[in-house]
């Protein structure tokens, strides 16, 4: 079973950075599509940013440019390098796989930005 566990949030004042880390175990790591997610309050999950299995990386619009998704295929690790942080990106971030989370939702982690 695929299990993953998210680390690294809390919280920043707008504009500063934070970086998420995600350890992956109980799959081949490198054949999978890897993505940050996060839900916050009252809305649905969504999508943030891809790190594909091939090294092409995709990010919603609303991150572009201020985070970067990297991945380790050696230590089973995929991290988030947030950015300019801003107010609305106050969320629990969570990791899985792509397009279709087939891992245990983990705990998350928080991430607070205050204005």
């Known amino acids: 079973q695929v299990q993953v566990v998210e680390s690294g949030g809390g919280l920043v004042q707008a504009g500063g950075s934070l970086r998420l880390s995600c350890a992956v175990s109980?799959?081949?790591?490198?054949?999978?599509?890897l993505a940050w997610y996060r839900q916050a309050p009252g809305k649905q999950r969504e999508w943030v940013a891809v790190?594909?299995?091939?090294?092409?990386?995709t990010y919603t619009d609303s991150v572009k440019g201020r985070f970067t998704i990297t991945r380790d295929n050696t230590k089973n690790t995929v991290v988030l390098q947030m950015n300019s942080l801003k107010p609305e990106d106050t969320a629990v971030y969570y990791c899985?796989?792509?397009?279709?989370?087939?891992?245990?939702w983990g705990q998350g982690t928080q991430v607070t930005v205050s204005s």
């Open positions: 790190a594909g299995r091939g090294g092409i990386t």
């Open positions: 109980g799959t081949t790591f490198s054949s999978n599509n």
């Open positions: 899985n796989t792509f397009p279709f989370p087939r891992c245990s």
